[in-house]
């Protein structure tokens, strides 16, 4: 499976942004996917998941409420519908795929895209 996320971007403190991740390759049905994110000098972190077939999301505290995570399994595509946007948000946001969702969210990565950039300007 290859991932291929865009829609990144700058925007201004409060503004919206979705983020899109194409998957291309062997069919993935049983794969659970995620969107994390990794901000300069920090460790990545698991922003949202979501179960592929069923479709149940998953959203990390810190972000409930203004982020929301999908999937079109006829296209493919795993989103990222961000909203709210705050300077802290600033990061590179990876789509990654993995075998299971756990406590700690998407588990078991068996891939990554190669990230979008997401800029919030206050």
């Known amino acids: 499976v290859q991932l291929q996320a865009s829609g990144g971007g700058l925007v201004q403190a409060g503004g919206s942004l979705r983020l899109s991740c194409k998957a291309s390759g062997s069919t993935f049905s049983s794969y659970a996917m995620g969107w994390f994110r990794q901000a300069p000098g920090k460790e990545r972190e698991i922003v949202a998941s979501i179960t592929w077939r069923g479709g149940v999301p998953y959203v990390e505290d810190f972000v409930k409420g203004r982020f929301i995570i999908s999937r079109d399994i006829s296209k493919n595509s795993l989103y990222l519908q961000v909203h709210s946007l705050k300077p802290e948000d600033t990061a590179v946001y990876f789509c990654?795929?993995?075998?299971?969702?756990?406590?700690?969210?998407?588990?078991?990565?068996?891939?990554w895209g190669q990230g979008t950039q997401v800029t919030v300007s206050s």
């Open positions: 990654a795929a993995g075998s299971r969702i756990g406590s700690r969210g998407l588990e078991g990565i068996t891939n």
